[in-house]
Structure formats: C-alpha cells, structure tokens
C-alpha cells in the first residue's frame, strides 16, 4: 500500500508531540490510515457570513459584529467542575456591515468564556437565529475572536473550504474539534493515496476509488454534501473492509493447507465396524457428515471442516467415527471442550469405547494436580496416550503430542480462531474438526469461520418428541410452579436458569440466592440444588453428577449449563429473565431438555412487564426450533463479531465501517469476487495477498 499511510502521524512535517496524539496513539491510531478510517457521524453545510437582517429565523446563522453592551452575572443555583460558580452572559452585538444589532446568550458557561469575551471587541460568532419580541437573538453561540484587519471588507464566499462543518466522533477524549484540527494539518499530497483494487473490481461493482472516497467521507469536495455522494464512499469503505477480512482468510486457509496432511483411509467394513459401538442408527446428515470427512481424510491437505447442527444431532457420534478412522491408521487424537464438565462427559461417554478397541484415553484439566498434569503430558510426548480429551488445558505450551493427526474441537463458538490453530499446530499437518451447536448465519459463516468446510446436521436421531416453548408472565406463574410440580410427580427432573449470582441494586434482575430461597419454599418435599461458576471445579462437577444420577428434581442455576451436561430424563427448562439472554444462548439452553424420548419443555418466565421489543423477541423462541432462523434474529439484535481475536460475542471493534447485518450484500458480492479471481485470475488474488497481509498491525499475523 501507499508507504505514506503507513508512517506515524507524529513523524510528519508540522506535526508535534501532543495530548491529544497520545491519546489517540494509546486508542490504536497511530499512523496516517487509521486517521483516514476515522469516519465523521455528521455533516452541515456551513453558513456564509451574512448581514444580520438577512438571516433565517430557526437556521443556523454566522456573522461578524463588534461588541457594543456586555453584561455577565453568576448563576447561583448551578456550579461546574470544582464547584466554579457558572456564569450567565448577555452581550449586544453590531452587524460590521450593517447598521443591524442583535443579542448573543450564554447560559451557565465558566468564567474563562466570560473574561475571553470581555476582552474582545470583534467577533465571528454561529448559533441558531431566534426571533425574541422583535429582537434577533442567538443563544449560546460558537465564536472566535477577530482583529479588525483581518475581517473582509464586504461579504462573499469562503474560498478556503467547500462550507462543510464535519462532526468526528470522540476517541479516548480527544473531541471532534482537535481530531478535525489534526486532520486539517495533514499535507494536501497525502490525501492522493494509491489505488490498490483492480480496475476491474471497481468497474464491475460501480465503486469510486480509494481517494474520492476519502474526500468525500472527510469534506474536502463539494459532493460530501450529497447524502448519496457520501452513501457511494462508504460503500466503497465497507467493500475493502470485507476485501481486506476474506483475503486474510483466504491467506490463512492457504498457510494450513501447504502442509502435508497424514492420509487416512476408512473402508467400508472398518466404518460399519466404528457403527456397531453406537446403539442407534445414524441419520442422513450424520451419514453425510461421515462422508465428507472421509474425503477431506483422503487428501494431502489438512481438513479444516466445521459440523453444525442443533444440540443433540448427534455432532459428537461423527467426531467419535473421525478419531476411530485416525486411531487406526496410528496417529493420536485430541478432543477439547469449553468446560470441564463438557470434558468429563465426553470421557465418560466415548473412554469406554476408546478402551475397549484398544486405545489409552485420558482426561486432561485445569483441576488436576500438578504430577497427574506432568504424567499425561510425558505420556502425551511419547505417544503412550491415544485418545485425550481436554478443555483449554490442550494447547498450553507445556502439551506435546509424538504423532496428532487430528484435533476435535466442541463448541467452536466458545473459542478463538488463534486457539483453534495453536491447538492444530501441535502436529504436523493435523486435520481439524470442529463443532457448533449455534447455527451460523451465512453471513456470519463468511467471515468467522470462512476458513472451514461446512457440513450441516438437521435431522434429529428417531424418538425425539420434540420441544414446546411457552412465555410465562406474572399473570400465569402459578400455572407454571404446578406444571413443575406434575412434572416431578412424574420423577422428571427441571432445570431453572437465572442471570446473575447474587443481587445486584444496579441491575433489574432476579439472583440464583433469591431464586434459590423461593423455591426451597414453594417446593419444601423437593430436592433442590445451586449451581454456578464461582464454585470450585470439584464441587461443579459433583452438583453435575448429582443432576445426572437424579439425586437432585430441580438444579437453579446460571447460564454454565448452556453446555456440557446431557440428561434425558430432564424435561423442564426455565428461564429467569429470558430478556438477559440473547437468543442463541436460550436455543442452546432449550436444547438441554427432550434429548431423550420424552418430550421437552420450555418457559420463558418473566417476573415483570417486559418491554414490547423483549416480548417480540422471545416470541421468536415461541414460533419456532429452527435454530437457523433463531441465529438470524440474533445476529440482527446482538451484533457482529471479532472475527480474528479470541473474544466472539458481538463486538464490533474490528471493523471500523462494514458491519454483517447492515451490509450482508456487499459481503456477499466480495465473496461472489474472490471466488472469480481465484477460477480466473490467480495474479490478483497474489497481489491483493500481498498488500493485505502486508498490514501486519490491522490484521494479525497469519
């Protein structure tokens, strides 16, 4: 890209160590592009120096007056910053150019205003112009202070800039003013940046180049007035940003693949074989699932593949297959997961198995000691384990495997790409398998995770009765608690979630404590269990097994269970506050209920009047178990994502103007693009390579 982007704002001729820079340094802007990116959040067209008598009553005015009357006197009842006494000011102006008077107001402004004020006898001032029983008045106006020699003699247009006022948003303190101050000092042949997208791109999808779009965006032509004009630059903006994101991707599925994959062939006896240990039939997109692994496996590249589907699909049945395939053909396996208890459920499901065709499985966590933690590791190294299941324990620096051939990654959603490939990249060439239970937008599908093959699960395995989900308000909650009651009459077990642990005055929200103390009294003759994340691991797990050997009718707890614990014989979930959640987190804590061959329930109980927006929103959950709709919605309501960081929860600090629900077209077109160039042109898809991963601070490193 243009070498002068990318110098530091600070070694710039006239540009000076400052407050203002360092604060800017210390938000990320720290070379001339990010300036550029910095966007302003509103336009005015700037008012020409007029006559008094010519102004618009309710328009913004500007004019020039010489101070004649002046009047300033505190005002008692308000004090700012320090407990100054505020000032109320009243000054009479007289038009330069006219023989007009009109009256300025200040209100509340500190004595630094009113004293910089009294010392001026010419002004420039700009505020609405107000008509007041026949007085022309502005109230608390902009102004500067004029020398006399310097104000024209007669009144014309401005030649100095297009008349346009830009509003930048604030950055870590620094106001619009300074950073529009910073920004005006930038030398004119900066602004000529260099063009690094094709011709043809910009043709075909009719957008303007780099540096129109700049200038329009910042106010430095006439068109920036154009609401249209400015619509066009943006859409270029957003188009680069989605450029420069699937590009990277592409670099980084690129990287992964140049490796040499173990090759792993699974016959069609040693698949029926792998079958035989799971007690059901598989499903059409299990068998699918299947098959598209078995290709990936055939491959001299790595399988980079995500399977998604609705919880209790049967993801992990395919992920058991996959390793059985890699076992066999002697290479280990790693299978990691976002919580212990995930881990622990794992183990106790697939370590049988895994034992009984002959393979050594260990459970790897962050609650064992420090000798059971070496032991595993040295076995791990020296390739005396097969089969291990984990949480984030498995990609610490201390892990090392003799011969991975394939990582297992469950609830992909819960981790970041980095720790996703720190994982792959303990092997040589390792296959990648990942899991979600939260389906993915397509949109969001692009660019979080559009380094992986999709396989999609969603049929569900026979016998399931399906889940019902019903809003409970106030009005209808003794109809729940019975419900409840019936439903453990009929030795079936109920989960109730709340949002927060304990009470908090600041937030409109039940606690499990309170919850807890209700249910205790209204279900005395039930067996009643707390659980949350600031327990220790021990005793999470024991409150886990307790639930699953129904020792326990009713766990309360907090959102820890949205994954990791599988108990058929539960049939009831609650919500507490469902307007807390967001909708893919109440899909997934629905899910946790008809996993057996009973059928499950949901409520969504609120303990107040919710607002009418909360209530359309969980009416979606009502309506439907699609969780592909359900993710659409969320998408909509909570925000992108970080795409290459390893928080993905809806922030949108990455992208500065490309936003996934507001542009999904122009994604969509970058995409169609990438996809030509690379059937069509490999040269471009090299150059744009080049430049984009160049840019090693926006985007990191591959």
């Not at 620094?174 to 063009?195: C, G, H």
């Not at 949350?532 to 005793?539: I, V």
């Amino acid at each position: 890209m243009n070498e002068e982007l990318q110098k530091q704002i600070i070694d710039l001729k006239n540009f000076r160590a400052s407050k203002s820079l360092t604060k800017l340094n210390q938000a990320g802007v720290e070379r001339v592009e990010d300036l550029f990116w910095i966007l302003p959040l509103h336009f005015q067209k700037t008012p020409e120096v007029s006559l008094f008598e010519s102004g618009n009553i309710n328009e913004l005015f500007m004019g020039i007056g010489k101070i004649i009357d002046f009047n300033s006197y505190p005002n008692r009842k308000v004090r700012g910053k320090g407990g100054t006494l505020l000032q109320n000011i009243t000054a009479t102006v007289k038009d330069f150019y006219s023989e007009s008077y009109m009256t300025l107001k200040w209100f509340n402004t500190y004595p630094s205003q009113a004293s910089k004020l009294q010392k001026a006898t010419f002004i420039q001032f700009e505020g609405v112009l107000q008509n007041f029983r026949g007085t022309l008045q502005v109230l608390n106006p902009k102004f500067d202070e004029l020398l006399e020699e310097t104000i024209p003699l007669e009144i014309g247009p401005s030649s100095e800039n297009p008349g346009i006022k830009i509003q930048y948003p604030t950055i870590n303190g620094v106001d619009s003013r300074n950073i529009q101050r910073i920004i005006s000092k930038l030398p004119s042949e900066i602004w000529d940046v260099e063009e690094y997208i094709p011709d043809k791109i910009l043709e075909e999808r009719k957008l303007l180049s780099l540096k129109a779009s700049l200038k329009v965006l910042h106010g430095l032509c006439p068109e920036a007035l154009s609401p249209e004009e400015r619509q066009k630059a943006k859409n270029r903006l957003v188009y680069e940003e989605f450029l420069r994101e699937q590009v990277k991707i592409l670099a980084r599925r690129n990287v992964v693949k140049e490796s040499n994959a173990p090759i792993i062939k699974i016959s069609k006896d040693s698949l029926s074989s792998y079958i035989s240990h799971f007690p059901y039939e598989l499903t059409i997109d299990q068998s699918q699932s299947i098959e598209d692994i078995k290709k990936d496996f055939t491959s001299t590249q790595p399988m980079m593949r995500m399977i998604q589907g609705d919880v209790g699909c049967g993801k992990t049945t395919v992920a058991a297959i996959a390793a059985m395939g890699v076992l066999e053909s002697g290479y280990q396996v790693a299978f990691m997961c976002p919580t212990e208890s995930l881990a622990l459920q794992h183990f106790e499901s697939l370590a049988q198995i895994m034992t009984s065709l002959g393979y050594k499985t260990e459970l790897l966590t962050g609650s064992l000691t420090p000798k059971e933690k070496l032991n595993i590791q040295e076995n791990l190294k020296n390739g005396s384990i097969d089969f291990i299941i984990g949480t984030h324990a498995l990609f610490q620096d201390s892990v090392n495997f003799k011969k991975l051939g394939l990582a297992i990654i469950d609830e992909q959603h819960k981790f970041g790409v980095d720790q996703r490939l720190k994982l792959v990249n303990k092997g040589t060439g390792t296959h990648c398998l990942t899991m979600t239970a939260t389906p993915i937008p397509r949109s969001l599908s692009l660019t979080q995770y559009g380094d992986l093959d999709l396989s999609i699960i969603k049929t569900m395995p026979l016998g399931r009765k399906g889940i019902k989900t019903r809003i409970v308000n106030p009005e209808n909650f003794e109809n729940f608690l019975t419900f409840v009651n019936t439903r453990i009459s009929m030795k079936e077990q109920v989960y109730i979630v709340v949002p927060a642990i304990t009470d908090n005055p600041d937030m409109d929200m039940v606690n499990l404590e309170s919850v807890h103390a209700k249910f205790l009294e209204i279900f005395p003759n039930h067996r009643i269990l707390a659980l949350h994340g600031q327990l220790n691991n021990e005793d999470k797990i024991d409150a886990f097994q307790k639930f699953t050997n129904h020792e326990v009718d009713i766990l309360i707890s907090t959102s820890v269970i949205e994954v990791g614990i599988n108990v058929p014989n539960s049939t009831v979930m609650a919500v507490m506050n469902p307007d807390r959640f967001g909708l893919s987190s109440l899909h997934q804590l629905r899910g946790r209920v008809g996993r057996g061959e009973k059928p499950g329930f949901c409520f969504l109980v609120n303990d107040k009047k919710i607002s009418k927006d909360s209530s359309s929103r969980l009416e979606i959950m009502e309506k439907t178990n699609d969780g592909f709709v359900i993710a659409e919605e969320d998408l909509k309501n909570r925000g992108q994502g970080n795409i290459f960081g390893k928080e993905q929860s809806g922030s949108e600090e990455f992208r500065k103007v490309a936003n996934i629900v507001e542009h999904q077209k122009v994604l969509f077109a970058v995409k169609e693009d990438i996809e030509k160039f690379k059937s069509e042109n490999t040269d471009i898809i090299e150059y744009l390579t080049k430049i984009v991963c160049e840019d090693q601070r926006v985007f990191s490193t591959i």
